[in-house]
């Protein structure tokens, strides 16, 4: 007989507040080392089932993460934090990154100057080792963490940054079409969310959320949603350019899905030739 496996089941008529409960439930942080554990698992049963685990997003930290394993790191510290947070509530988060970069220029490379999350556990790190965290995560790869080994990473990687940028002001421009301010609107008047959330914080609803605050108009969003995009997306170039087993495909003007998709199988036979 298979053991029990713990879940949780809500019921109720129509309207009675399963929805609301549930998200309250799931309210918690996902971090680096959640996503690992899941993409594992799954990735486990998609290759039972004789499937490709096919793994895309642009969260490189997680990549980093699954790739290269998890780095030993302190546990989190809530009085260390609450200081932290008690310092950014006085002179803001832009100004911890500033100190970041000063101890740890290579994370705060990596970091937003808004990523309240990230620069709140690099400084964590910082006061409860005296080391900076890019130090002890390059350690960690050096002594061999665990990482997930036999795939093929395929980085996407424009050559022109003009025609990268253009493709970002073009897809803000079809998101304001399709009622983008519209939907933060609704999602302001929920009441249980706030611009400190993660999901709050993504590029996009960050400045739609302080737009609606300042009465400021679809000009001035567009231009700051894109400039917030464009340095995302530079970022994640950073984190993309210090993995030295990428498989680096250009995506720049002439490029088709079905192209890319033949340079992508072409990387993975060259490693798998039976695949």
Known sequence: MLPPIPFIALAG????????????????????ADFVRDARRLMAEIRARGRLPLLVGGTMM??????????ALPAA????????????????????HRILSRIDPQAAARI???????????????????RPLSALQKRQGEQGAQGEQGGVLCA???HRRAWLHARIAARFDAMLAA????EVRRLRARGDLSPALPSMRCVGYRQAWQALDEGRDAAWLRE????????????????????????????????????????????????????
Do not use: N
Not at 78 to 91: F, G, H, L, P, Y
Not at 114 to 127: F, H, K, N, P, T
């Open 112 to 130: 937003a100057p808004q990523d309240s999350q990230r620069i709140g556990r690099a400084l964590e790190v910082w006061l409860l080792t005296g």
């Open 224 to 275: 700051k949603a894109c400039a917030a995009t464009r340095q995302l997306a530079k970022r994640q170039l950073t984190w993309l350019r210090a993995m030295p087993q990428r498989r680096s495909i250009c995506v720049d003007e002439g490029s088709t899905a079905e192209g890319l998709a033949g340079e992508v199988v072409r990387a993975l036979k060259s490693v798998y030739p039976s695949v």
């Open 62 to 71: 997680y990549f980093h993460a699954l790739l290269h394993g998890l780095d």
């Open 13 to 32: 008529p129509t309207a009675s507040g399963k929805s609301a409960l549930a998200l309250a439930l799931a309210r918690e942080p996902y971090s680096a």
């Open 156 to 158: 996407l990687e424009p």
């Open 179 to 182: 009622g983008f301010v519209d």
């Open 77 to 96: 510290d809530a009085a260390v934090r609450q200081r932290i947070e008690a310092r950014a509530a006085r002179c803001g988060w832009a100004a911890l």
